[in-house]
T-cell receptor, first 116, second 115 residues
Framework: AQTVTQSQPEMSVQEAETVTLSCTYD???????LFWYKQPPSRQMILVIR??????QNATENRFSVNFQKAAKSFSLKISDSQLGDAAMYFC?????????????FGAGTILRVKS | EAEVAQSPRYKITEKSQAVAFWCDPI?????LYWYRQILGQGPELLVQ????????DSQLPKDRFSAERLKGVDSTLKIQPAELGDSAMYLC?????????????FGSGTRLTVV
């Protein structure tokens, strides 16, 4: 079974600075998807960025980018020019490439605090 | 923008009582998921539907939990009887199909407190 580990329970960043959230995963599959989700307090979970394992190029979405190291099974999220609205719980998630039984497997999450 | 609707938003129930949650996915989304999120933890899948069929309910405590999606559209998750350990956020999500890298669209969740 796949597992996802987020080793940082909590991180802090000064507004306008850069922060990196770590994520490692364990799988025996060669094809899969990886995601970062953001869950603001009392609000719904939204997709931040996604990465397909067969793509070597790291995904980027505006201020959010990932560092995907397939051999190391590492998938970190970098947030540049941090804003107060980035404060939330961030979850790393893995999804199998299989047609069925391809549930999202989540890590425990990292609370990101943004200081003004 | 299309949303996944969930109700109620909050629910307080007494131990041993029955409770039900409702989810209406985005129109046209064939795959529907129910997740449970204990405070401070990541969500864990309870059940996955493809249209009206269950494709994964391996983590659903079937002695007390049941889920249905009779017409392949909206879905209901029921707990009977509720236990103190069931206190959690129950999240519903949907996706266009069971494949692809598009992730899911989540609803706002139902926060259940069992007293």
């Amino acid at each position: 079974a796949q597992t996802v580990t987020q080793s940082q329970p909590e991180m802090s960043v000064q507004e306008a600075e850069t922060v990196t959230l770590s994520c490692t995963y364990d799988t025996s599959e060669s094809d899969y998807y990886l995601f970062w989700y953001k869950q603001p307090p009392s609000r719904q979970m939204i997709l931040v960025i996604r990465q397909e394992a067969y793509k070597q190029q790291n995904a980027t979405e505006n201020r959010f980018s990932v560092n995907f190291q397939k051999a190391a099974k590492s998938f970190s999220l970098k947030i540049s020019d941090s804003q107060l609205g980035d404060a939330a719980m961030y979850f790393c998630a893995y999804r199998s490439y299989m047609e069925y039984g391809n549930k999202l497997v989540f890590g425990a999450g990292t609370i990101l605090r943004v200081k003004s | 923008e299309a949303e996944v609707a969930q109700s109620p938003r909050y629910k307080i129930t007494e131990k041993s009582q029955a409770v039900a949650f409702w989810c209406d996915p985005i129109s046209g989304h064939a795959t529907l998921y129910w997740y449970r999120q204990i405070l401070g933890q990541g969500p864990e899948l309870l059940v996955q539907f493809q249209d009206e069929s269950v494709v994964d309910d391996s983590q659903l405590p079937k002695d007390r939990f049941s889920a249905e999606r009779l017409k392949g559209v909206d879905s209901t998750l029921k707990i009977q009887p509720a236990e103190l350990g069931d206190s959690a956020m129950y999240l519903c999500a949907s996706s266009l199909n069971s494949q692809g890298n598009y992730g899911y669209t989540f609803g706002s969740g139902t926060r259940l407190t069992v007293v």
